[in-house]
C-alpha cells in the first residue's frame, strides 16, 4: 500500500461462484439472458438493434409480463430495457441492414451467453458487470420528462430546461454508492447495513462542520432523498442494491398531488422513518462498486487479503482497520503459519523509530493476542529489548506466566509514550479512549512529566503536546506543555 493513493477499509465478499449465481438471479440480468436465449438467427430488429413494436410484445410474452391496459407502457418498457441490455452487453450479436433494407438489420445469441452457463464464475461476473455499468449510466441521466412535454406539445427545444450536468450527476451518484460502501465496510459483521435514504442524503448535501441544518440545507436534503429514491428503484434490478422505496403518498404530498396531513411528518420520523426509504448494498453492490475503484487507481482490500503478506505490511495495515476486520485478518495470518516463527517475524517487523512504529507495535501486541501460548519463546527473547521489552511484559503478565521481570523505570515511560503515539497515528486524536488512556497515565505515575520529557522516543514532544491537548485539568495540561517544550529543547544524545 503506498501513501499517494486512497486506501479503502476492507469488504468481506463471498466467493466467485456465489456471486454468480446471484448475478443470474439479478430481475433485469435474467430477462436480458431468458431474451437472449428467445431471440432465433434471424430476429427482425432496428438498426441500432432495438426491438420493432411487434417483437417487444412478443419479448414481453416471453418473460410472463402480462399486459393490460393499465400497465401496457410499463410491461413493454421491462422487455424492452431487457432487450437493451442484452444488445449493449453483447449476449446478441446484431447484424446491420442489408442492402435495399434501410431500416431492419438482425439479431441472433452471440458466443458470449454460452459463457452464462458453460463459463466460469468469473466470466458471469464480467457480463453482469456490464450490464450494471449500463444501469449505472442511466441512473445518472436526467429526468427527460421536461424534454418530452417540450416536443409533445410542438416547442421549440430547451435543452436548459433539463437543468442537466452530466459530471455533477454521475458524481452525485457516485457520491452515495461510495458513501455505502464505506458504511458497509465499516459496520462490520453482523449488521445488514440497511441505510434510511435521509441519512445517505444529509451525508451529500449537509456540510461536515454544520452543527444545524438551515432550512435551505434541509431542502437540498429532501429533494437529494427524491433524486435517490429514483435511482435506486432504477439499480435494485440489476442486484446493486435492496431498497425500500419512499412511501408513495410521500411521492405524492413532495409532487404537490396530495396535501400532507396535519402532523403526519412528526408521526412518520417518530413511528417509521423506513417511509422515506431505506437502502442496502448488495455483496454483488460490493463487488461491482470495488471494481470501479480498484479501476479509478483506489486501494480496495478484501477481508483476509493480507495472509498471504510478509509480517511488516500485516502490522502496518492493522491499525486502519476496524477492530473486528483486524482480529480477523490476525487470525487468518496464523492459521497457516508455525506459532514461534509468526510470533517472532512479528516482533521483528514491529521495530523501528519511523512514524508508523508505533501503530505497528500496538497491532504486534494485538496479533500476538491471538497467536496463543506457543508464541512465549519468541516473546521472551525480546524481554531486554529497548522497544519491544514493554509490550512483551504485558503480553506475558496478561497470559498470567510467572516470573515475569519487573520493567524499569525508564522502559515504562517509553512504553507509556509509544503507546500514545501509536494511538495519534489516526485521522483522529481526541477520541474518548485516548483522552482515557491520556488521564489514566498521569494518574498512575506520579510525577509523570518531569520524567517523560526525558524519555529518548522520536515522538516524546508530539506526545506531551498532545497530552496537554487532551488532558480535562487545567494544571495537568500546563505541565505537559512545559514537558513538550524541554523535550524540545533537549540536546540530541
Not at 413532495?254 to 417518530?270: K, L, N, Q, T, W
Not at 486501494?299 to 483476509?304: D, S
Not at 493476542?369 to 496478561?398: I, K, M, Q, S, Y
Amino acid at each position: 500500500m503506498t501513501a499517494d493513493r486512497t486506501v479503502l477499509p476492507p469488504v468481506r465478499l463471498p466467493a466467485e461462484a456465489e456471486l454468480a449465481r446471484e448475478a443470474l438471479a439479478a430481475p433485469l440480468f435474467a430477462r436480458a439472458v431468458r431474451l437472449a436465449r428467445w431471440a432465433g438467427p434471424g430476429l427482425r430488429v432496428g438498426a441500432g438493434g432495438e426491438l420493432p413494436d411487434a417483437e417487444v410484445r412478443e419479448a414481453a410474452a416471453e418473460l410472463g409480463l402480462k399486459e393490460s391496459a393499465d400497465d401496457e407502457g410499463e410491461t413493454r418498457a421491462v422487455a424492452g430495457e431487457a432487450w437493451r441490455i442484452a444488445v449493449d452487453v453483447g449476449l446478441v450479436d446484431v447484424t446491420a441492414p442489408e442492402e435495399g433494407d434501410e431500416e431492419l438489420g438482425t439479431a441472433a445469441p452471440s458466443a458470449d451467453l454460452r459463457l452464462v452457463t458453460g463459463g466460469a464464475p468469473a466470466d458471469v461476473l464480467e457480463l453482469w458487470a456490464a450490464a450494471c455499468e449500463c444501469v449505472l449510466s442511466d441512473a445518472a441521466l436526467p429526468d427527460m420528462s421536461a424534454l418530452v412535454e417540450q416536443i409533445t406539445a410542438g416547442e421549440e427545444l430547451d435543452l436548459d430546461r433539463l437543468d442537466w450536468d452530466p459530471e455533477a450527476d454521475a458524481d452525485f451518484l457516485d457520491g452515495a454508492l461510495g458513501n455505502l460502501y464505506l458504511l458497509t465496510a465499516m459496520e462490520g459483521p453482523g449488521t445488514d447495513g440497511a441505510v434510511p435514504l435521509p441519512a445517505l442524503a444529509a451525508s451529500l448535501v449537509v456540510p461536515d462542520d454544520m452543527d444545524e441544518p438551515t432550512e435551505e440545507v434541509l431542502a437540498e436534503v429532501s429533494e437529494a432523498v427524491l433524486r435517490l429514491d429514483e435511482q435506486f428503484r432504477m439499480l435494485e434490478p440489476v442486484g446493486v442494491v435492496a431498497y425500500r422505496p419512499v412511501a408513495e403518498e410521500i411521492l405524492l404530498e413532495a409532487a404537490g398531488a396530495a396535501p400532507a396531513a396535519d402532523g403526519a411528518e412528526d408521526d412518520a420520523d417518530d413511528a417509521d422513518v423506513s417511509r422515506y426509504g431505506v437502502v442496502r448494498l448488495t455483496p454483488l453492490g460490493l463487488y461491482a462498486l470495488r471494481r470501479r475503484m480498484l479501476a479509478e487507481g483506489l486501494v480496495a482490500p478484501l477481508v483476509g487479503e493480507l495472509a498471504g503478506e510478509d509480517a511488516y505490511v500485516l502490522l502496518d495495515a492493522l491499525p486502519r482497520l476496524p477492530d473486528a476486520v483486524a482480529q480477523t485478518e490476525a487470525e487468518a495470518w496464523l492459521e497457516d503459519r508455525k506459532p514461534a516463527e509468526a510470533a517472532a517475524a512479528l516482533l521483528d517487523a514491529a521495530r523501528g523509530a519511523d512514524d508508523r512504529a508505533p501503530a505497528r507495535r500496538l497491532a504486534c501486541q494485538q496479533a500476538l493476542a491471538v497467536a496463543g501460548g506457543e508464541a512465549e519463546p519468541a516473546v521472551r527473547d525480546v524481554l531486554h529489548d529497548r522497544e519491544l521489552g514493554g509490550l512483551a511484559r504485558v503480553w506475558l503478565t496478561e497470559r498470567g506466566v510467572a516470573g515475569v521481570p519487573q520493567p524499569s523505570e525508564d522502559m515504562v515511560f517509553w512504553l507509556a509514550v509509544d503507546t500514545v503515539a501509536a494511538q495519534l497515528g489516526g485521522l483522529r486524536d481526541d477520541t474518548p479512549e485516548l483522552r482515557e488512556l491520556v488521564e489514566h497515565l498521569v494518574a498512575m505515575h506520579r510525577g509523570f512529566f518531569a520524567a517523560a520529557w526525558r524519555v529518548d522516543h522520536p515522538a516524546t514532544p508530539e506526545v506531551l503536546e498532545a497530552m496537554g491537548r487532551l488532558h480535562p485539568d487545567r494544571q495537568v495540561a500546563k505541565d505537559a506543555r512545559k514537558a513538550a517544550f524541554k523535550a524540545r529543547s533537549r540536546p540530541a544524545e
